[in-house]
């Protein structure tokens, strides 16, 4: 018998090139959660001049939120200094054996190694991993001709007029609501991509962990394109 396979999904959110909230949950393909947690940075949240949090109106309102709901008890988050969040994680997933996931995984991967460095670790992670970018997992398997008609119909489209593939219209397609919007924090938006991981998972189609060609810029999306434009 084939032993259990778990996830790790991490949500991050970032002042510039620093981490200053995470969230992770452990779960199965059927999205049943073993662990979770979600934390601000006391290091940052103590001091958010560090990171120059205060320097622009989006970090301004950004961090004030998070002020809000830690005086409200609200957001899903406790404040923990960095190495004991990393020690959690690290616990978590060597625990569980778990595969490390996120939206855009790349992103993730990028700001913790960085955050590390700023705290003087070498690395987030302190052993191998496998990882599984659920973009990667969500081109393959959600991004249908459904979903392109889904965006067209809702003229959901990017700045640049492509079909958008971010988490948050994603998440929109599977739940049917064109008014969902993401709450930025790294609790919420976990949840959200554990939701996605899931419907993935239940398409019950093999994964490639290297980038794919976006099912989106296809022939079938370049013919519906052509389409719209002429009506």
Excluded at 48 to 63: A, Q
Aim: hydrophobic share 35%; glycine share 6%.
């Amino acid at each position: 018998m084939s032993r259990k396979k778990y996830y790790m999904v991490i949500d991050t959110e970032t002042c510039g090139d620093y981490v200053f909230d995470i969230g992770y949950r452990v779960i199965d393909r059927k999205g049943r959660v073993y662990a979770n947690g979600s934390y601000v940075v006391r290091e940052y949240i103590e001091n958010p001049s560090v990171l120059g949090m205060f320097d622009d109106r989006f970090s301004k309102d950004k961090i004030g939120k998070y002020y809000f709901d830690l005086w409200a008890n609200n957001g899903g988050f406790k404040v923990a200094s960095f190495a004991a969040i990393r020690d959690e994680i690290n616990t978590m997933l060597n625990a569980y054996n778990a595969t490390v996931c996120a939206y855009n995984l790349s992103f993730d991967l990028k700001h913790l190694r960085k955050t590390a460095n700023y705290f003087g670790y070498e690395c987030f992670f302190t052993a191998k991993y496998n990882h599984l970018d659920i973009w990667h997992m969500a081109m393959s398997t959600l991004a249908t001709r459904k979903y392109i008609m889904f965006c067209l119909e809702n003229n959901l489209f990017t700045k640049t007029g492509n079909i958008p593939t971010g988490a948050e219209v994603m998440y929109r397609y599977i739940i049917n609501d064109v008014n969902f919007i993401e709450a930025h924090t790294a609790h919420e938006d976990c949840i959200i991509e554990c939701e996605i991981m899931r419907k993935c998972f239940s398409r019950k189609t093999k994964f490639q962990t290297a980038i794919v060609g976006m099912p989106l810029h296809n022939k079938e999306w370049q013919r519906i394109q052509t389409t719209r434009e002429e009506m």
